[in-house]
């Protein structure tokens, strides 16, 4: 089957740049998500990004992705504590009706 | 707007016991899916609805597992017997269905069986 994959921990201090990176196997992924799961609740979409794209910027979040490499990453700009929390990377191949294929999560931790 | 509601948000229960999880979507989804999350690993799709119709159940692990949404509203997922293997996070959740509409994730019910 299609994968994600993506590291299990990040380390940052408040202030400084998070990045998390993703990579997927779906050649025919047309639409690419980020989602944060604080502990104790459900997952929230972050952002989400359509294979056409390149790089889309949403307030701190900046995605950028590398389609030929199938490379996705989340930049979070000026880190807080706010942002400690599981990042799921996650693909399909479509919009709206779509089975999702999910990353293991990365744990940010922001140390302050 | 209410979110996707999920009941109960932990489950405790044996080996060989019975448990139903339910979900509420968004009022006006169609689309309502369950996916789960065992301990260290991926999220895994289950099933998906459309309305009261099971449209893909690919992700079902086995027939323990019955899943239901009668009249097309809320959903039941009935785990019979459970097993420990069946412990972790059960999340639902739902979308319009129209294109790049996103999934609405529920809290989850972390199942634990012992």
Partial sequence: GEDVEQSLFLSVREGDSSVINCTYTNSSSTYLYWYKQEPGAGLQLLTYIFSNMDMKQDQRLTVLLNKKDKHLSLRIADTQTGDSAIYFCAETNSGGYQKVTFGIGTKLQVIP | EAGVTQFPSHSVIEKGQTVTLRCDPISGHDNLYWYRR???????????????????????????????????????????????????????????????????FGNGTRLTVT
Avoid at chain 2, 60 to 84: H, I, W
Avoid at chain 2, 89 to 98: K, L, P
């Fill in chain 2, 38 to 104: 065992v301990m260290g690993k991926e999220i895994k799709f289950l099933l998906h609805f459309v309305k009261e119709s099971k449209q893909d159940e690919s992700g079902m692990p086995n027939n323990r597992f019955l899943a239901e949404r009668t009249g097309g509203t809320y959903s039941t997922l009935k785990v019979q017997p459970a097993e420990l293997e069946d412990s972790g996070v059960y999340f639902c959740a739902s979308s319009i269905g129209q294109e790049n509409s996103p999934l609405h």
